[in-house]
């Protein structure tokens, strides 16, 4: 599976954005998605995930409430919306896949595959 993340951008504190994780090779059958953002000197965190099915998802304490994924299998596409952005989202933004059935999500970076390259989201007045 090679992953593609999109979307990213420069925006104002309190704008939205919707980043995308597609497929360039393979597909998202049986496939668990998660979003991943690193800002500078910063480690690696886990932002929010998906089983492969859409049945359960799971989400970082600080961007609960503001992000929403979701998964459209038939365009083998993960979404992830960010509503409410402040400063502190700044950060390089990528996916990670893992083939799975299982419902919970992982995460860990080491238990992911696949991951896309990453789109840089800025948040700044």
């Known amino acids: 599976v090679q992953l593609q993340a999109s979307g990213g951008g420069l925006v104002q504190p309190g704008d939205s954005l919707r980043l995308s994780c597609g497929t360039s090779?393979?597909?998202?059958?049986?496939?668990?998605v998660s979003w991943f953002r690193q800002a500078p000197g910063s480690e690696r965190e886990f932002v929010s995930g998906?089983?492969?099915?859409?049945?359960?998802?799971a989400y970082s304490d600080s961007v609960k409430g503001r992000f929403t994924i979701s998964r459209d299998n038939a365009k083998n596409t993960v979404y992830l919306q960010m509503n409410n952005l402040n400063p502190e989202d700044t950060a390089v933004y990528s996916c990670?896949?893992?083939?799975?059935?299982?419902?919970?999500?992982?995460?860990?970076?080491?238990?992911?595959?696949?991951w896309g390259q990453g789109t840089l989201v800025t948040v700044s007045s």
């Open positions: 990670a896949a893992v083939s799975s059935t299982l419902r919970r999500v992982r995460l860990r970076p080491s238990s992911y595959d696949f």
């Open positions: 090779k393979g597909d998202f059958f049986n496939t668990a």
């Open positions: 998906i089983n492969y099915d859409g049945t359960n998802t």
